[in-house]
């Protein structure tokens, strides 16, 4: 059976901006090609079984030609494969898409196109900049800098000029001279506002804005690079009072998050929200140990015991998946007590079907220890943790005379080798915060980037945390609870702070 292409876009560079169909069809991909303006994180999405083609580059960094592009496209297909070709922006949108659906037609194999955010529309916007504005500009024109083969523009800059609309010019960086010199020589006024985007919706944008008779220059001496996106007329005006993108809180930052890869979804996407660049690097991954021995020792422990304890969110997912994937629910945890040791453990709980009973107030395991030892000698109370959990909470218990069962359901280990390009970009500067959730985050990091320590700001949640990132001369903020919302504001107010 023939195989099916989409052609669809990804949008010009942030993740958010891709669309729910194109997320599906990133999922169901059986081969990807790519082109080099895909934003980076988008690309992370690719199923890891994909095959998967980068476009822009063959062995010596050339591009794959347009034509063996259509072959290869053709080629898979026929194959009986899911081939996704996947474009920045908007892929009918100077982006050769209508190029690569003749082959196809030709030989019957069946195509979709799912439309993208373009660059042209999304980067002026995340320059603060309307493209049309009833006071300013009724219309606005996309226009192309370069043609086929890297021919010179051939641009009507009397009709540009004529319509008297936003101009928005891609592939443009290179020509960026010769346009406005048409422009102005066609009549447009000299100081008629202009502005160039570089790397627009992303992490590294940058504006500069200026008349079309000095834009130019200006480019010039600020090093600006494709892709950039070139807006002429009035609307750019606006640009600095509509400017959200650079006015967020943690714009310019650089943050690492080190969180277990299938966790760290939520804090990441915060921070970029916020205006961050995040790096994600993983350094820990929970391995589970239940076995069927393992689990019928819980159950039968969960029967004798009054109080059933977790301490992470990665605890209760381990243990509700192992009775899930046997068909049983949370009935079988009736009469009991639960406790969490926070609020992200709880909300975990929560996902399986079950409330908790006690939950300290400030999130530690002592606190949680304390919280137990309230509820009275009498009760019984299984741990259900880490391997190299703290004694803290078994200290408490012991202290109370509690009598209590600590059972290691996982353990953490290391993910990573040694960090050689992380810690390069920590002893350069480029990193601001590390975010570390757990003492084992910091002791997986250290065992991996080995330098630098004195660079960046380490933002921890709990004491514990705290004092196991101090131990290797690393500055430190701790965030009050150990909650996403807690760390992301210890981060956005101490950078509040210091400006
Ligand atoms: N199909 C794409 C455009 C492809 S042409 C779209 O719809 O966006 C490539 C040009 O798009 C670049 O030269 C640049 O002018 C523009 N471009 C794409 N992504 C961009 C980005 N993130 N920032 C600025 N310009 C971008």
Redesign the pocket.
Known sequence: MKGKVILM?AG??DIGLLTLKGMEAIKQADVVIYDR?VGEEILKLIPKQAEIIDAGKRSSNHKIPQCEINKILLEKALEGKNVLRL?????????RGGEELELLKKHNVDFEVIP?????L??PAYAGIPVTHRDFASSVHIV???RKNNEPADINFKSCVLWGGTLV?????SNIEYIMSGLISNGMRKNTPCAV??????PK?RKIIASISEISDLCEKEGIK?????VVGEVCSLSGDFDWFNNRPLKGKRIVVTRPEDRKGNISERFRNLGAEVIEYPCIKTISLIDEELFEDISKKIKVYDVIVFTSPAGVKLVFDEFFKRKIDGRFFFGKKIAVIGSATGNELKRYGLFYDFMPKIYSGKNLGKTLVLQGKKIKVLLLRAREGSDDIINELKKGDIEFNDTAVYYTEYVNGRGFELENRIINGEVDYVTFTSVSTVKAFVSSVCGGYDKFKGVCIGEKTNMEAVKYGIRTIVSENAVIEDIVSAVVSEVGRHE
């Open positions: 876009g010009p560079g303006l474009k920045g922006g908007d892929p009918f949108l100077f982006g993208g955010i373009t660059s042209a999304a980067v192309t800098g370069h010019f891609l592939m443009g960086i985007v570089e790397n627009g919706t992303t944008q494709s892709p950039a996106v070139i």
